[in-house]
């Protein structure tokens, strides 16, 4: 494979952690990752230390994060990638969209912008993430109160 074709592969998986996210396709989802996967939330809403997760455990926890939201839009711009023989290294700008119903008067809505930051390897044959980070870079428009909403939702759902 060329190096072309390696930034296009990896863009698609970029691509690809955002649309299976909002269309809650989890086995998507599970495909982009390898079997463990260094999670980094520290500089997100959640605070937590980064932490290596297996890939099974990553998607259930997306599931129980955005299951409760009516509606999601993960959009990536400016990618960059960086190429070093079967690993890689990118980030792209992120704004997500989060929207959950709420009781009048309750805000309804948040929006987060910064960035994520991954790193990936080929295995067997195919590029998998092995770390997420996601930095906000920016204050919240609405609420980060909406993930607490969405997980109530979420968890009465199911």
Not at 35 to 52: I, K, M, N, Q
Not at 79 to 106: F, I, K, N, S
Request: aromatic letters at 6%; a negative charge; one cysteine or more.
């Amino acid at each position: 494979m060329s190096a072309l074709e390696d930034r296009v592969a990896v863009a698609d998986i970029v691509a690809g952690l955002a649309h299976a996210q909002d269309d809650r396709d989890w086995a998507a989802l599970r495909r982009l990752f390898a079997d463990e996967v260094l999670l980094d939330l520290s500089a997100h809403h959640f605070g937590r230390p980064p932490t290596t997760v297996p890939a099974d455990d990553l998607v259930e926890l997306a599931r129980g994060t955005l299951e409760g939201f009516d509606c999601t839009h993960h959009a990536a711009s400016n990618l960059v990638v960086r190429l070093a023989g079967d690993e890689a290294e990118c980030r792209t700008h992120m704004v997500a969209y989060h929207h959950v119903p709420a009781e009048p008067g309750v805000v309804d809505h948040c929006t987060m912008r910064g960035y994520w930051q991954l790193r990936l390897r080929k295995l067997g044959g195919r590029w998998l993430i092995t770390h997420w980070a996601v930095v906000r870079t920016g204050p919240w428009e609405g609420s980060p109160d909406v993930y607490a909403l969405a997980a109530a939702r979420g968890a009465a759902q199911r």
